[in-house]
T-cell receptor, first 114, second 110 residues
Framework: DGGITQSPKYLFRKEGQNVTLSCEQN?????MYWYRQDPGQGLRLIYY???????QKGDIAEGYSVSREKKESFPLTVTSAQKNPTAFYLC?????????????FGPGTRLTVL | LAKTTQPISMDSYEGQEVNITCSHN???????ITWYQQFPSQGPRFIIQ???TKVTNEVASLFIPADRKSSTLSLPRVSLSDTAVYYC???????????FGRGTQLTVWP
């Protein structure tokens, strides 16, 4: 089955620790995205990547970092600099990263920082 | 960045047609309008996309007036399984300009 996988589904971390969220896709898509969703809110773009070894900041990149060393993988690190990291994190991919693309979303990772 | 405004919630009954409107007054020339459906603790799922006029697929229709400052998602004959949050997304993927609104919680009653 083709799709996007995110792991783990739930993640707990202590305040001050960095944590890395995994996102893998086997759709052969060029573009990948990370979003953050807070309760009752829409999705906000953290980072996106349209090609391997290149990525761009979204609206709320502060306190986060990413890498895109392989086409199928786009891990997100939530650093200790992120002031309010508890949220639902969604990874998505699209075929070419152009305006008419459809984004396909993973199941999400719910991060709770204690 | 084109911000979007949607009603927070809507109620309907099974078999009725539901229309959800999204306002996006500052939409840019190259922006597309896309609607997604999201169930609790899941990722959003694509419903329909358009640029102008009317678009129809097997699950919904999208109406966009000439000025493109709003769009209306139309769901024909909703069922209980259509209970979800519906998001209007406006933006240009090429530029990473993507703005999801806060979504509309649609509740379908028997």
């Amino acid at each position: 089955d083709g799709g996007i996988t995110q792991s783990p589904k739930y993640l707990f971390r202590k305040e001050g620790q960095n944590v890395t969220l995994s996102c893998e896709q086997n759709l052969n898509h060029d573009a990948m995205y990370w979003y953050r969703q807070d309760p009752g809110q829409g999705l906000r773009l953290i980072y996106y990547s349209q090609i391997v070894n290149d990525f761009q900041k979204g609206d709320i990149a502060e306190g986060y970092s990413v890498s895109r060393e392989k086409k199928e993988s786009f891990p997100l690190t939530v650093t200790s600099a992120q002031k309010n990291p508890t949220a639902f994190y969604l990874c998505a991919s699209s075929k070419r990263g152009i305006s008419t693309d459809t984004q396909y979303f993973g199941p999400g990772t719910r991060l709770t920082v204690l | 960045l084109a911000k979007t405004t949607q009603p927070i919630s809507m109620d309907s009954y099974e078999g009725q047609e539901v229309n959800i409107t999204c306002s996006h007054n500052n939409i840019a020339t190259n922006d597309y309008i896309t609607w997604y459906q999201q169930f609790p603790s899941q990722g959003p799922r694509f419903i329909i996309q358009g640029y102008k006029t009317k678009v129809t697929n097997e699950v919904a229709s999208l109406f966009i007036p000439a000025d493109r400052k709003s769009s209306t998602l139309s769901l024909p004959r909703v069922s209980l399984s259509d209970t979800a949050v519906y998001y209007c997304l406006v933006g240009d993927l090429t530029l990473g300009r993507l703005y999801f609104g806060r979504g509309t919680q649609l509740t379908v009653w028997p």
